[in-house]
């Protein structure tokens, strides 16, 4: 029988989502968290990698078990989780829903504050940047749409098979004071740091250090040599899953505090 765990984590203690020999894995927690309730070694599937302090507000892991259960294990498996992960709901799948292999596309975002706030340190980037070029931001985000090939944003292109990924949204948003940033973006893949690198170039065309062009560019020839600057992990959210059986809201009210459209005005 195969279970999808609905989940949200903060990676900030983590190496990633996977299990690492320089840190815990998020994986790692849960899979020895439920091997320790059903008294046997358990594997689970994930819909994906996250770098290391790179958050979730939405993620899903199949388990495969061979009979069902007759106690509260969402309540169990909260109970003896750290309090940085936490299990929303368990849903019954058929057997060849796959977490991973079946996600038709995956969204993320990312976070960026101008100020100094201690309590934002690990849910949000700091950048003490002010005048942000938000307008050339958005333009460059749009060209995302556009191209498929993003050898060029991709921290170690050639351990992939390819390098194609297609972009469904991309966009820049401020909130009403102008001191924080949102980068909302959406694919059906994507590649190593590939999120943290495209908004490290839209940092700099922000800030004016890079031109629109010169972004367009690595897009049009993704193999043009570039320095890659990839922006801190604090501050990225993989925020949302969608299969083709499956399309629930996150349930972290946190993340949607973060996020709430109330708060943000797109960038024409």
Request: glycine share 6%; proline share 5%.
């Amino acid at each position: 029988m195969r279970y999808f765990f609905h989940l949200g984590y903060l990676g900030t203690n983590y190496s990633g989502w996977q299990k690492h020999p320089d840190g815990p894995g998020v994986q790692q927690v849960l899979e020895n968290a439920l091997s320790q309730i059903f008294k046997t070694p358990l594997w689970i599937v994930g819909c994906g990698r996250t770098d290391a302090q790179v958050h979730a507000s939405q993620y899903f892991f199949h388990l495969d078990t061979t009979q069902a259960w007759d106690f509260d294990l969402l309540f169990r498996l909260n109970k003896l989780l750290p309090s940085d992960i936490a299990v929303f709901e368990i849903i019954p799948m058929p057997d060849d829903a796959h977490a991973r292999f079946d996600a038709i596309e995956r969204s993320y975002d990312y976070f960026i504050h101008t100020y100094k706030d201690p309590f934002l340190s690990n849910f949000s980037s700091y950048y003490l940047i002010k005048n942000w070029d938000i307008e050339q931001m958005n333009r460059a985000a749009g060209l995302l749409l556009k191209y498929n090939d993003y050898h060029a944003f991709c921290k170690m292109p050639d351990r992939n098979t390819h390098t194609i990924c297609h972009i469904s949204e991309a966009g820049v948003f401020t909130d009403q004071t102008g001191d924080k940033l949102r980068f909302r973006i959406s694919a059906n893949r994507f590649l190593g740091k590939m999120v943290r690198i495209i908004t490290g170039k839209l940092i700099e065309i922000g800030t004016g250090t890079l031109s629109v062009d010169e972004f367009e560019s690595h897009l049009i020839d993704p193999l043009l040599l570039q320095i890659i600057k990839p922006a801190y992990p604090q501050g990225l959210y993989l925020s949302k899953i969608k299969y083709p059986y499956l399309d629930i809201a996150p349930c972290s009210t946190f993340s949607q505090m973060l996020a709430g459209e109330t708060n943000w005005k797109a960038i024409k």
